[in-house]
């Protein structure tokens, strides 16, 4: 059985829960619940402190697990990334009072705070740069005004909390974090974990594409699959009226409606679109 560590709070907790709805496994109904065994999946679920689930798999306790990318880089344990899972999408930034600092490199002997010290120390270290790092659980924008740190290393989204505090960012990005499917480097049971990477991939491929028929003339059916070439090639099947073909591809979902446009334009009709409740390719 497949033993696979699943955020129990915080921004990563409810996306990773529908994910793994999607992708035809059991979830939990009630919060308290801790530990959930997916017989018929062959999986076991363990709700933890995303913080810990870096730690559980990389000590090998657990095969695989869904945390944030800057989580895994922070615990610094030996877990790689499987797949990205495009939710709880942030940037980790430095960000003080305007004019405090340009970049990394002004930050030797200040005090920085964050809830993210060995990603923090990682990339200071990187640049030959020595500061104080002060480790705090949350609610870091604040430490500034009460005057613990100069300046904060933090998750950003909307920027929302960082301008209710005056502070700004600067510097580059320090990384780019999302949700991701974590697992150790020479997992022990590749085939499982296989079988559960492609489940969840092929949620994220159903919420990216959908699925296109329309009917076309027979000699624009080359210019209009141009416009929807589909991932392989587009099904192109004939209809009774033969001066028609009806075709089907998968369209990125983002900008759908201006390829119904263009073929609209191009003089297809009938033009459908569809949800795709699940795939794999
Ligand atoms: N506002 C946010 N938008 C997107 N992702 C976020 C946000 N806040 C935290 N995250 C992501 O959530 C993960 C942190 O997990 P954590 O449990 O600390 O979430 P949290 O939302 O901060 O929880 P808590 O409510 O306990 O503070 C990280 O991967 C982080 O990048
Ligand atoms: O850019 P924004 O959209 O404002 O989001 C970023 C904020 O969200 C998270 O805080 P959270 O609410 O999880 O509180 P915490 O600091 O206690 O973790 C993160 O730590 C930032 O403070
Ligand atoms: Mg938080």
Request: with cysteine; charged share 25%; hydrophobic share 45%.
């Amino acid at each position: 059985m497949l033993r696979v560590a699943v955020p129990n709070k915080g921004s990563l907790s409810e996306s990773a829960t529908t994910m793994l709805r999607e992708a035809g496994y059991s979830v939990r109904r009630d919060a308290k619940e801790l530990v959930l065994v997916d017989a018929d999946n062959d999986i076991e679920f363990f709700y933890l402190r995303p913080r810990d689930i870096a730690v559980y798999v990389g000590a090998g306790t657990l095969d695989a697990g869904i945390t944030g990318r800057d989580l895994l880089l922070d615990s610094g344990v030996e877990a790689h990334e499987v797949l990205p899972l495009g939710f709880a999408r942030s940037t980790f930034r430095f960000a003080g009072r305007a004019g405090v600092a340009g970049s990394a490199t002004d930050l030797q002997g200040r005090r920085i705070a964050t809830s993210y010290p060995g990603l923090v120390r990682h990339h200071l270290a990187e640049r030959g740069v020595e500061a104080d790092v002060v480790r705090l659980d949350g609610a870091v924008e604040t430490s500034i005004t009460l005057g613990v740190a100069d300046v904060i290393a933090d998750v950003v989204e909307t920027g929302t909390t960082l301008r209710n505090q005056g502070l700004v960012t600067f510097g580059e990005p320090i990384l780019k974090s999302e949700g991701v499917l974590i697992a150790r480097p020479d997992p022990a049971q590749p085939d499982r974990l296989e079988i559960l990477r492609r489940r969840l991939s092929g949620v994220i491929t159903a919420r990216t594409y959908v699925m296109m028929d329309y009917d076309i003339r027979v000699e624009l059916v080359d210019r209009a699959t141009r416009i929807t070439p589909g991932i392989e090639s587009p099904t192109v099947s004939p209809l009774h009226d033969e001066q028609f073909v009806a075709v089907r591809a998968m369209v990125p979902r983002v900008g759908m409606n201006k390829v119904m446009d263009e073929l609209y334009g191009l003089g297809a009709r009938g033009i459908l679109v569809t949800d795709i409740a699940a795939c794999r390719l």
